[in-house]
T-cell receptor
Framework: AQSVTQPDIHITVSEGASLELRCNYS??????LFWYVQSPGQGLQLLLK??????LVQGIKGFEAEFKRSQSSFNLRKPSVHWSDAAEYFC????????????FGRGTSLIVHP | GAGVSQTPSNKVTEKGKYVELRCDPI?????LYWYRQSLGQGPEFLIYFQGTGAADDSGLPNDRFFAVRPEGSVSTLKIQRTERGDSAVYLCASSLLAADTGELFFGEGSRLTVL
């Protein structure tokens, strides 16, 4: 069965600092990988996704993520964090064949200090 | 509206009561998903519809939970004999196709509190 681990429950950064949120997945074949963001009072929104090809993917709001098969990781990065980035971030893995049902990690809460 | 709509946004009920939660997906989206999110946790899969049929209901925790999508659009999640452990935010998401680009569009959720 597929699974996702987000080892950091909370991450605190200063505005303008760089950010990296960790995600490790478990899946036997080539995974589909996603990062979603959940802001207070809003539904989850897709930031970026990886299906195949270039292992460095660009997303919305200046985010990027790198797929590393050897490490079973898909870490999310941003070079300079803005106060509006404070939210809950979820990594998800989906199967690459048949019905697609993403499995989510428990999330990482990002706190941004001014 | 343009997005996924879920009603009610908040529901408080007593243990043992019956509850219905409604999801109105984005028009034209054939795939519909229900997830449950407990405090401090990520979304947990419950059931997935492709059109009118439940393609995968393996995430439903027990037979108190049931969901329908009779016309392939609006879906209702039904919970019988509610228990305090059912308290959570129930999320609905829709997608244009199944196993396509993989982007799910989520509603804001229905927060269920069982007293």
């Amino acid at each position: 069965a597929q699974s996702v681990t987000q080892p950091d429950i909370h991450i605190t950064v200063s505005e303008g600092a760089s950010l990296e949120l960790r995600c490790n997945y478990s899946y036997g074949a080539t995974p589909y990988l996603f990062w979603y963001v959940q802001s207070p009072g809003q539904g989850l929104q897709l930031l970026l996704k990886y299906f195949s090809g270039d292992t460095l993917v660009q997303g919305i709001k200046g985010f990027e993520a790198e797929f590393k098969r050897s490490q079973s990781s898909f870490n999310l990065r941003k070079p300079s964090v803005h106060w509006s980035d404070a939210a809950e971030y979820f990594c998800a893995v989906g199967s690459s064949g048949g019905s697609y049902i993403p499995t989510f990690g428990r999330g990482t809460s990002l706190i941004v200090h001014p | 509206g343009a997005g996924v709509s879920q009603t009610p946004s908040n529901k408080v009920t007593e243990k043992g009561k019956y509850v219905e939660l409604r999801c109105d997906p984005i028009s034209g989206h054939t795939a519909l998903y229900w997830y449950r999110q407990s405090l401090g946790q990520g979304p947990e899969f419950l059931i997935y519809f492709q059109g009118t049929g439940a393609a995968d209901d393996s995430g439903l925790p027990n037979d108190r939970f049931f969901a329908v999508r009779p016309e392939g659009s609006v879906s209702t999640l039904k919970i019988q004999r509610t228990e305090r452990g059912d308290s959570a935010v129930y999320l609905c998401a829709s997608s244009l196709l199944a196993a396509d680009t993989g982007e799910l569009f989520f509603g804001e959720g229905s927060r269920l509190t069982v007293l």
